[in-house]
């Protein structure tokens, strides 16, 4: 599966910005999508995941509540919908596949967020 992630900005304390993950090369049943970030020199963080069956998210600790996660089957997209964004979310954002038994061996490209105070 190939992976293109877009939708990355600059933005202020507080503000919202939705990334996108079009999805392309086979079919997505029974598989999950996830997004990750990295600030260079740290390691890659989980931010949250859905299955593209049901549409079941997860969330990390550190975005419970102000991100959100879905699908658009029709479209092979995931979006990452991210308010009351802060400073350390300042990150490369990047989305992976995996099958549901496997590991994250998909990825996309990343896209740089950026939030100041």
């Known amino acids: 599966v190939q992976l293109q992630a877009s939708g990355g900005g600059l933005l202020q304390d507080g503000d919202s910005l939705r990334l996108s993950c079009v999805a392309s090369?086979?079919?997505?049943?029974?598989?999950?999508i996830g997004w990750f970030r990295q600030v260079p020199g740290k390691e890659r963080e989980f931010v949250a995941h859905?299955?593209?069956?049901?549409?079941?998210?997860r969330y990390s600790d550190s975005v419970k509540g102000r991100f959100t996660i879905s699908r658009d089957s029709a479209k092979n997209t995931v979006y990452l919908q991210m308010n009351n964004l802060k400073p350390e979310d300042t990150a490369i954002y990047y989305c992976?596949?995996?099958?549901?038994?496997?590991?994250?061996?998909?990825w996309g490209q990343g896209t740089q967020v950026t939030v100041s105070s």
């Open positions: 859905i299955t593209w069956n049901l549409g079941t998210p």
């Open positions: 090369g086979r079919t997505l049943t029974n598989w999950i």
């Open positions: 992976a596949a995996r099958s549901s038994a496997g590991a994250y061996n998909n």
